[in-house]
């Protein structure tokens, strides 16, 4: 059972650097979306995307880049990395946007900028 | 004020007790409540719903109080393996699952 899988796990990059943070999942989920957890903050949503082809930003998106070519992938992109992105970064997702579908989270990137 | 209010912890509590958790929410108008459990350097995995009437899952009770605007958490006979942080999640209906997430009560189970 695959579930959510992102990689890389960890990751430490220099200020101006890009990188793209990889999601996939194989339980055809349409629903898919990215977040970010900093120490003494909930879970802030990034991007996300209802289905291929189809993305919209979220809280916090400034600095980063998503796209869905496919149902599976779901890939965010740093621009020019900052030392404010230090973060841990969950993808995730959902059968669909129903209000009390849960969400199916990976085991998260670990990512330091410095 | 922020949308979903939760008190970080960290409950000490020995093995067997009884631990409640409370968690504020501020748009009147939120559709949906989740509790999430987050252990150390984890995913959250979902651990339960929580509906309108209240809901028993094992040990575990959730309720939801739309008037006062809180949702609450109930762990009955603790185990050690309990100790995580508890996320409170909101859904505040504004399209897609927009979730508005706590930032966690810790719960520390010890022997």
């Known amino acids: 059972n695959a579930g959510v899988t992102q990689t890389p796990k960890f990751q430490v990059l220099k200020t101006g650097q890009s990188m793209t943070l990889q999601c996939a999942q194989d339980?055809?989920?349409?629903?898919m979306s990215w977040y970010r957890q900093d120490p003494g903050m909930g879970l802030r949503l990034i991007h996300y995307?209802?289905?291929?082809?189809?993305?919209d930003q979220g809280e916090v998106p400034n600095g980063y880049n998503v796209s869905r070519s496919t149902t599976e992938d779901f890939p965010l992109r740093l621009l020019s990395a900052a030392p404010s992105q230090t973060s841990v970064y969950f993808c995730?997702?959902?059968?669909?946007?129903?209000?009390?579908?849960?969400?199916?989270f990976g085991d998260g990137t670990r990512l330091s900028i410095l | 004020r922020k949308e979903v209010e939760q008190d970080p912890g960290p409950f000490n509590v020995p093995e067997g007790a009884t631990v409640a958790f409370n968690c504020t929410y501020s748009?009147?108008?939120?559709?949906?409540f989740f509790w999430y459990r987050q252990d150390c350097r984890k995913e959250p995995k979902l651990l339960m719903s929580?509906?309108?009437s209240g809901n028993e899952d094992g040990r575990f009770t959730a309720q939801l109080n739309r008037a006062s605007q809180y949702i609450s958490l109930l762990i009955r006979d603790s185990k050690l393996s309990d100790s995580a942080t508890y996320l409170c999640?909101?859904?505040?209906?504004?399209?897609?699952?927009?979730?508005?997430f706590g930032t966690g009560t810790r719960l520390l189970v010890s022997p």
């Open positions: 995730a997702s959902s059968y669909s946007q129903g209000p009390m579908e849960p969400q199916h």
């Open positions: 339980m055809n989920h349409e629903y």
């Open positions: 995307s209802v289905g291929a082809g189809i993305t």
């Open positions: 748009n009147s108008a939120s559709q949906s």
């Open positions: 929580v509906y309108s």
């Open positions: 999640v909101v859904n505040p209906g504004t399209g897609f699952q927009k979730l508005v």
